[in-house]
């Protein structure tokens, strides 16, 4: 729901030799410093508004210190592709990489340029590329900041988690003390139970921990066709958590090209419990976990590295956006929905119950309405950030509205000489929309039935023929097309409707 203008903001330098110009490298993220949540938000904004609509936000949860989870999305295609970073709190390296990848896929797309050998304008029009830059921001601040980001009453907590000390370098799980990157069913049950550290720590069940409840809810929306998990420690490639033997010589090369591509050595999985073993495990779809650079101890790995991490992972990355799209391309890509008049879009559009998962409603709504992948997420936003909204809240409205589409409706037969027409749409009309040009009704032979007059009120238009206009026996056709509501949505098909005068 983050309609805002798009400000263009981008730069383009000539160099002196005729004919070639140079695209100035994408600035707004600095990947060599110490890169915490708050310049995420920031440069996220400023991405949203630099790239216009090729790239959207989505808060779509808190931590479990009120910090926003948010989803970006770059690019439309209909393959999905998701990436994430920072499970790991002291991993937040792999932000800095996501965030980069934002940017500079971003920008090669919009300036049409090339990148690592990849058309990356047709690419995005062909896979969405989807990022969770920070899954954990809770544990990454922790691990930056220390004890004052967090409030009083848990810094002894805190402390006692981490083993006495107040120096959480070392810190990888979420401020609750649980290892994200063990919170997925996965092998879960065969990781050794602990208690709330500063690591490891799998919790009492899966998906215990907000940030990875949002991760379970999001990965059912999108259903990615791949998905990578970025890490930092080892330069080293997990891919094969059970996969099954159908599956292993395509999740292999998908991971050798990676591997290829990025220096990094394939190793076989050998525990459970992370977000690409579940995803191996349960979706039956390749997910890797690149772990970008050599392990630099109980810390973080200094950003001062960062460009032979980007050197390594710019072009693999990219390789992964196209392998989606093959992965895909087997899947049918569903029609638009038909939705006409229909109380069951108030009933989507009522805020879940307690108890009800956010996801399962969101999919309900979806498979009801067709909605697209974006329009999911979307809702499933709205949902996590407005639970006691009503029906009347004026921006989901506003989304739901652009979920309205019109049908063909069934042929009406033995309908009266003077027949008027009333149809209700699901969404109110802006009567300055309706014209003779989009509202109208033709003859079997396309001659045009002159109409006396056509009213709107609220969702309802009310098309009248002149009296003895139409001709027993002769069938009709009534055409609405490019309305538009009053929150300025166009209608996405036209309506037909035959009907037969007896
Ligand atoms: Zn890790």
Known sequence: MQHFIKKVMVAIIFLGAIGTTQVVEAAIVDTNSTYTYESMKKDLQELDEAYGDLIELYTIGQSAYGRDLILVRLGNGDADTFYNGSHHAREWLTTILNMKMIEEYGNAAYTNSRMSGYNVKDLLEETTLWFIPMVNPDGVTLQQKGLNAFPKEIHSSLISMNNGSSNFDRWKANAQGIDLNRQYPSGWAEVKATSPSWKNYKGKYPFQAPEAKVMRDITYLLEPDLSLAYHTSGRILYWNFNVEQVDLARDRSIAETYAYLSGYRMVPTYSGAGYTDWINEVFNRPSLTPELALFAGEKHVNPVTFPETWRRNKGAGLAMAEESIALSSGESVGEQPVVWGDKALEAAIRPPGKGDDLYKKALRVKEDFELTQEQTVELYSWY??????????????????????FEEIPEKKSVNTDKSW???????????????????????????VSVDSVEVAGEKITISPLPGSYERGQTYTMYIKDLASIYGKKMEKPVEMTFTIQ
């Open 384 to 405: 996590q950030q407005c639970e006691t909204c009503s029906i009347k809240d004026r921006e989901l409205e506003e989304v739901f509205d652009s979920l309205n589409h």
């Open 422 to 448: 009333t149809i209700t749409l699901n969404t109110k009309i802006d009567p300055d929309s309706v014209n003779r040009d989009n509202v109208y009704i033709q003859g079997e032979y396309g001659s045009t």
